[in-house]
């Protein structure tokens, strides 16, 4: 493997409790919850809006997916400002640029928001690309692997990509990728480990698999 194409929100952003808090005031006047972060990996899903019509027990009703995911970006972008990167992350990206090797980052978080905050976090120059969402959210990442490989003029043989949920490695598997999941984000290991692929509890140990 020459090149890792990295996860954002749970794997290199430790994000797990502003997430959480998030859902938690988004369902506050459903009378639902609150959740812990065990009790709503149990719900959680991709995309995000079956996990919504988990947690209300049924269907979401028109526009109300678009209120949902509108207020919990509201409460979402104030607690995220409390998160850190996730434990080893700069020293692995560290690591594999010292390899020789290259690096990328693909989220689903809004792109015009990812690029200033990896900026703050002073590791923007380890990736040779930064890509976000530029539409809609809360859909499958495949499409968006494909996009950003094909930036990359990378062979997919040579690539692995980093990430925190069942997501990732489809995505991974849809352009003909390897993938690692890590256990740092919203997903259950147990459900992780159903995909069939390796998981690892730190993302060293990522590196290390590779």
């Not at 919203?186 to 459900?191: D, H, I, L, P």
Request: charged share 25%; with cysteine.
């Amino acid at each position: 493997m020459t090149h890792i194409v990295w996860d954002w929100n749970g794997t290199l952003f430790h994000d797990t409790d502003a997430v959480v808090g998030a859902t938690n005031e988004i369902f506050r006047p459903y009378g639902v919850g609150p959740f812990d972060l065990e009790g709503f990996r149990e719900v959680y899903t991709r995309p995000i809006w079956v996990a919504y019509e988990r947690i209300i027990g049924r269907p979401l009703a028109e526009g109300e997916w678009e209120k949902l995911d509108h207020g919990f970006h509201e409460h979402y972008h104030r607690l995220m400002l409390a998160c850190r990167l996730a434990e080893g992350a700069t020293a692995s990206l560290r690591a594999w640029g010292d390899s020789g090797r290259t690096q990328s980052l693909l989220s689903m978080w809004g792109h015009d928001r990812l690029v200033p905050k990896v900026g703050e976090f002073g590791i923007d120059h380890h990736f040779t690309r930064v890509d976000g969402l530029r539409a809609a959210s809360g859909g499958p990442k495949a499409e968006h692997m494909v996009l950003h490989l094909k930036a990359l003029d990378l062979d997919p043989s040579k690539v692995v990509v980093i990430g925190d949920s069942v997501d990732d490695a489809h995505a991974a598997e849809h352009v003909g990728a390897r993938a690692i999941l890590y256990t740092g984000g919203m997903t259950r290991r147990s459900e992780l480990r159903r995909v069939g692929v390796p998981v690892v509890d730190s993302l060293s140990q990522a590196l290390d698999l590779i």
